[in-house]
């Protein structure tokens, strides 16, 4: 009986073979390159998400110690050392209620800023481009860039801040660590503080810093590690400041303004 062939029973070509784990490379790389991209997308949102935290809880622990100091206090408290520095990167103010049977120390000072060895002009900026953030003398926070003050204050004691011609309120700040209001920050009158103003501010008549109602805080937070291409390249403008961090980073700003309390 003749035996018939039914098909080729031949192997693969070695170019086949070839061919085949060429693809086979091709797809595991495409796999291997999508995981590593979504692991990476992954980290970049954890820290972005911890770094919202951090500044959330660094901006409550401000609000709770700014709210609390009194900056117009009745009784006893002497009003003339309320403040010692509110300057633009730094805010020290001094407690001297005698009859406060919850503070055994009468004479207690209490600063907010970053640590002196990163930020030794005071201007609110890490030198480093990240420092902590240090509340009467502890620290409060890591990976701060920058915090900004500014101050809004009533200048006639008739129970209301001072606002501009335009109905927008005169925050301001003391430039030259004597002890009044001395600088504006926004300078074109358009209710906001931003990269449309003068950096720096305007000179102001100046106003006694016990005369401050209320205080504008910005703190601007980095990440803990870089973030490769989700780093910001954007500027920000803390207390009215320019600052482009451009150094591999994720940056947030945050603003809030804080009413002090025995406002009258």
Not at 158 to 164: F, I, K, L, N, P
Not at 201 to 228: C, E, F, N, Q, Y
Request: net charge negative; charged share 25%.
């Amino acid at each position: 009986m003749e035996m018939r062939k039914t098909g080729d029973n031949r192997g693969l070509t070695l170019i086949e073979l070839l061919i085949g784990m060429v693809i086979g490379t091709i797809v595991m790389a495409a796999a291997l390159n999508t995981f590593l991209s979504s692991q990476s997308a992954s980290k970049n949102i954890d820290q972005k998400a911890a770094m919202a935290v951090n500044a959330r809880g660094a901006m409550y622990l401000i609000e709770d110690n700014i709210r609390l100091m009194g900056f117009n206090p009745e009784r006893d408290i002497n009003p003339g050392r309320i403040v010692h520095t509110a300057g633009k990167g730094v805010l020290v103010f001094e407690r001297n209620d005698l009859d406060d049977p919850f503070d055994d120390d009468e004479d207690r000072v209490i600063s907010i800023g970053l640590l002196k060895s990163h930020d030794r002009n005071r201007d609110g900026f890490a030198a480093s481009g990240v420092s902590g953030l240090v509340i009467d003398g502890q620290r409060a926070a890591d990976n701060i860039s920058a915090i900004r003050f500014a101050y809004a204050f009533d200048a006639d004691a008739d129970g209301a801040v001072e606002v501009s011609s335009g109905g927008n309120v005169l925050w301001a700040f003391d430039g030259n660590g004597n002890g009044f209001l001395d600088r504006l920050l926004d300078t074109n009158d358009d209710g906001s503080i931003n990269g449309d103003d003068t950096p720096g501010g305007l000179a102001m008549t100046p106003v006694d810093t016990a005369a401050i109602r209320a205080v504008k805080v910005w703190l601007l937070v980095r990440s803990k590690h870089p973030v490769g291409s989700s780093a910001d390249s954007r500027t920000f403008f803390p207390g009215g400041q320019p600052y482009k961090p451009d150094n591999g980073y994720a940056h947030s700003l945050m603003a809030t303004s804080i009413r002090c309390r025995n406002m009258f």
